[in-house]
Antibody, heavy 121, light 112 residues
Framework: EVQLLESGGGLGQPGGSLRLSCAASGFTFTSYAMSWVRQAPGKGLEWVSAISGSGVSTYYADSLKGRFTISRDNSKNTLYLEMNNLRGEDTAVYYC??????????????WGQGTLVTVSS | DVVMTQSPLSLPVTLGQPASISCRSSQSLVNSDGNTYLNWFQQRPGQSPRRLIYKVSNRDSGVPDRFSGSGSGTDFTLKISRVEAEDVGVYYCMQGTHWPITFGQGTRLEIK
């Protein structure tokens, strides 16, 4: 059974940093691209970032302007999102989603339960 | 970016009646590999999104057959043949053909 378990959310200060993790199980992690998708309170879904199965290729939404970094540790079956220079508009539930063999096609057949990031002073 | 426009944004439906959600893209979603990467997701209240339909019309495992997807090019539809109480939630279309991946605004389905 595929499982994705996010952690690391919480209260972040404006201008501060947070690191989100997503522990994956139930599939061959290294074979699949992964993505982060966020949802601001009461709003719709917004794709944030993707990474290839090997970790060599990464993709970001233009709106992030270099503040976020996606990475993965295939030896630990874990996906990460390093969030820097946090802004109020980053407040959202962050979901990790399993993608396909190719990143950026948005297969998203499995999603985690999400982790809430609140940016506030 | 490809803009995904859903209609209606709110959909009150009587139990047992059909429902239909439209999704239109600002560009054709036919990929260079011949596939059309248009997915539909359901998000029940308080839950994570769940994929229902992938590549326009392929139903995911465990998805009831009352859900169906159709369309081509820029015009797509999700249909529910007979709405049940468990179908309440927000439905999103999403395209993966063009970078970046973009979602529709969501359609909130409620029971009348």
């Amino acid at each position: 059974e595929v499982q994705l378990l996010e952690s690391g959310g919480g209260l972040g200060q404006p201008g501060g940093s947070l690191r989100l993790s997503c522990a994956a199980s139930g599939f061959t992690f290294t074979s699949y691209a992964m993505s982060w998708v966020r949802q601001a309170p009461g709003k719709g879904l917004e794709w944030v970032s993707a990474i290839s199965g090997s970790g060599v290729s990464t993709y970001y939404a233009d709106s992030l302007k270099g503040r976020f970094t996606i990475s993965r540790d295939n030896s630990k079956n874990t996906l990460y999102l390093e969030m820097n220079n946090l802004r109020g508009e980053d407040t959202a539930v962050y979901y990790c989603a399993k993608d396909g063999l190719v990143a950026t096609l948005g297969e998203f057949d499995y999603w985690g339960q999400g982790t809430l990031v609140t940016v506030s002073s | 970016d490809v803009v995904m426009t859903q209609s209606p944004l709110s959909l009150p439906v009587t139990l047992g009646q059909p429902a239909s959600i439209s999704c239109r893209s600002s560009q054709s979603l036919v990929n260079s590999d011949g596939n059309t990467y248009l997915n539909w997701f359901q998000q029940r209240p308080g839950q994570s999104p769940r994929r229902l339909i992938y590549k326009v019309s392929n139903r995911d495992s465990g998805v009831p057959d009352r859900f169906s997807g159709s369309g081509s090019g820029t015009d797509f539809t999700l249909k529910i043949s007979r709405v049940e109480a468990e179908d309440v939630g927000v439905y999103y279309c999403m395209q993966g053909t063009h970078w970046p991946i973009t979602f529709g605004q969501g359609t909130r389905l409620e029971i009348k």
